[in-house]
């Protein structure tokens, strides 16, 4: 019985789906834990990413800010230096209404030699007849002498004020040296500013990083991509004009060498780009709702210096027009601009005796350079004039000169005002201001060495100077009214055979240049310029110094940011406990101690394993590895052609492609671009973001 037994069970086969099953199991659970842990890691590789991206975005919003934070700050040099404008042109007006008062005075002295103190032995006996023998004449001399007495009285008040008060010394020392130190604070901040940001981008944001993810601690890829992005940052300023984040150094106190002008020089291009864009922002004042013209640094003619009312217009357009008839002519200038090194230089500005090497630049179409670039100048001085000049009649009136209307070529010291305007015309040098001075202003740079680096001021001179200041030379005025300043020079009317039997003696202002000292000008202030070119083609080749302009290329030199991030398997598993704390391990799913399934059915035994510790990158670096590029790029809205710059705050960040970056990183750039045809695809599978 229990033979039968035993043997019917044998023939059963209803258990072998069993050991079926349990294989089935055993595969079926391994499917799931190995889709778990794939998931696990895939979500491990998404966090890591977008921990990566969010680094390389905040590095790139730094520089963004930091850039923009540049621009408001050289837009506020730029104000600065039009505010120091404004005052040069304030100053040079006030002196010029001084002159043109003392002029007009002079001229009613040239026509009425009785006027005040009668010169010469001629007119010491004849006015006294004139006045009170002479009947009618008398009364009308009387009369005259009186007003024109009374106007220079009026004239000796306003001198006296003017030279007790002294505004050329307050204004030409203080006030505007003052707006100098405030770029120097402005380049300050901004040079902090860069150093903060530089700090920050080359510890790749570590507290961006950490508040994504507390595992991540990869030293490594962080320090390689922190010193990569921290150098193309570096490379984006332009060393010459304010140092960069590698190499600060730059005293904000001490300008830009003013003797660097040719186009070669790259602090010449520097300075180029800051003074051309103050000198086509010259408003100081608002029109709208003021007196204070809006053209009054680049035109002040009487017309624009006027505040007429609108119903006056007809009378402002005249007065701002050259008025030039047989009978009489008048005209009135005046400009104010940053002006390049030796335009002009002392020597230029104080000549008297040869009115050709004379140099008044504000107008002048060529700078000095060669070869002429035009009115690039370059802010190593500035300069102000008000010129203007008066004439009655024709110059020449047959045989005789008409004393009161002189030519181009004639003294300046004889004539009301500066009638120059036009002379050295010849050939194509056609500079038809280069030899008015009368009134300026020319602050000068330390470089150009005039008198306690204070520059020129073309000025009435008196017998003494104001008093406080100490000039290095007066130009002393002679005749009977040089208690207010008026020269008078001895014209000859007629000339035969070289001898002048008759004179007559011109009274003018005396203008005249003084090296006084009261007006300094270093030149542009440190600031922070954009380089569009690379002083290398990328970080780790070598520096290029070449003095020629830079190229273009690499994304016209707009940084890039890195975050190259690595998670080891300790790391992704949560093993210090550190991510999310009490929350606890995020161990994967394990099917024993070792993570290890081995399977032996032949002499090779095939292992599974759980864990990816495995997971290598260019077999060196164990866990997950990622790679993630930042921008910071240049767009003005609607206009993608501009080209970048640290003058308009218009610096975004973003994400970028990888692939498109690599140029930026070292060597990779170069051999991708070498690989042979059928091999290029290959990279952008790749490097890809």
Not at 40 to 46: G, S
Not at 315 to 344: C, E, H, M
Not at 519 to 543: L, N, R
Request: with cysteine; proline share 6%; net charge positive.
């Amino acid at each position: 019985m229990f033979t039968r037994v035993l043997r019917q069970s044998f023939r059963r086969q209803e258990g072998q789906a069993l050991v079926m099953a349990a294989l089935l199991v055993l595969l079926m659970s391994i499917a799931v834990l190995t889709t778990v842990n794939l998931g696990h890691t895939i979500h491990e590789r998404v966090r890591l990413q977008n921990t990566a991206d969010a680094a390389a975005y905040s590095m790139a919003a730094m520089e963004a800010r930091a850039f923009n934070f540049y621009a408001y700050a050289n837009r506020t040099q730029v104000s600065h230096y039009v505010s120091a404008m404004m005052w040069q042109s304030l100053l040079s007006l006030i002196y010029f209404a001084e002159a043109f008062v003392t002029d007009i005075y002079g001229f009613m002295k040239t026509l009425d030699p009785c006027a005040g103190d009668a010169d010469g032995p001629f007119w010491k006996v004849a006015c006294p007849i004139l006045e009170n023998v002479v009947p009618y004449v008398s009364q009308i001399l009387k009369a005259i002498d009186k007003f024109i007495g009374i106007f220079k009285n009026l004239i000796k008040a306003f001198q006296t004020v003017l030279r007790t008060a002294n505004p050329d010394k307050w204004i030409g020392r203080g006030v505007i040296p003052a707006h100098q130190l405030l770029n120097s604070a402005m380049f300050m901040a901004s040079q902090a500013v860069m150093l903060s940001t530089v700090s920050h981008v080359g510890q790749t944001t570590d507290s961006v990083i950490y508040d994504n993810d507390k595992n991540v601690d990869s030293k490594l890829g962080q320090f390689a991509s922190g010193a990569l992005s921290a150098c193309l940052f570096d490379q984006a300023h332009f060393r010459e004009a304010g140092g960069s984040p590698l190499a600060p150094g730059v005293n904000p106190l001490t300008p830009i060498d003013p003797l660097k002008k040719k186009h070669t020089d790259k602090e010449a291009r520097a300075k180029r780009s800051m003074a051309g864009i103050a000198n086509a922002t010259r408003y100081a004042c608002d029109a709208e709702g003021g007196i204070c013209p809006e053209g009054f640094i680049t035109s002040r003619k009487l017309g624009d210096l006027i505040p007429l009312p609108d119903g006056l217009g007809p009378i402002r357009d005249l007065l701002s027009k050259d008025i030039d008839t047989p009978v009489f002519s008048f005209a009135k200038y005046g400009q104010t601009r940053l002006l390049t090194a030796n335009n002009p230089g002392v020597a230029k500005a104080t000549e008297v005796n040869d009115s050709s090497k004379a140099r008044n630049t504000i107008r002048d179409w060529n700078d000095g350079i060669e070869p002429t670039l035009g009115r690039l100048a370059q802010g190593d001085n500035l300069g102000s004039d008000d010129l203007y000049w008066i004439k009655f009649g024709p110059s020449n009136l047959g045989p005789f000169r008409n004393p009161l209307a002189c030519k181009k070529e004639d003294n300046p010291r004889e004539c009301w005002g500066d009638p120059r305007k036009g002379y050295g015309e010849a050939g194509s040098n056609k500079l038809t201001f280069k030899t008015t001075m009368k009134t300026s202003i020319w602050a000068m740079n330390a470089k150009e060495n005039s008198y306690n680096d204070g520059g020129v001021h073309w000025r009435i001179h008196h017998n003494t100077q104001p008093v406080g200041d100490s000039w290095r030379k007066v130009y002393k005025p002679s005749g009977s009214e040089a208690d207010v300043g008026v020269h008078r020079s001895k014209v000859c009317v007629v000339k035969i055979l070289g001898f002048c039997p008759v004179e007559m003696s011109v009274y003018t202002a005396n203008v005249m240049p003084a090296e006084d000292g009261n007006h300094p000008w270093k030149g542009i202030t440190p600031f922070m310029h954009f380089e569009p070119g690379q002083y290398g083609d990328t970080c780790g080749s070598a520096v290029n110094n070449d003095a020629a302009a830079s190229r273009y290329k690499h994304d016209f030199n707009q940084p890039s940011t890195w975050a190259i991030l690595n998670k080891t398997a300790d790391q992704l598993t949560n093993a210090g406990h550190t991510d999310h704390e009490g929350t606890g391990s995020n161990d994967i799913a394990l099917l024993n101690q070792d993570g290890k399934v081995k399977w032996k059915f032949s002499n090779s035994t095939p292992t599974l394993e759980m864990k990816n510790n495995r997971m290598k990158f260019l077999s060196a670096i164990e866990g997950l590895n990622v790679v993630s590029r930042g921008q910071t790029y240049y767009h003005r809205p609607g206009n993608w052609a501009e080209q970048p710059n640290f003058f308009n705050p218009y610096w975004r960040p973003r994400l970028a492609s990888v692939y498109q970056g690599r140029h930026s990183l070292p060597f990779v750039g170069d051999v991708v671009d070498r690989l042979p045809g059928p091999l290029k695809n290959i990279p952008p599978k790749i490097i890809t973001h």
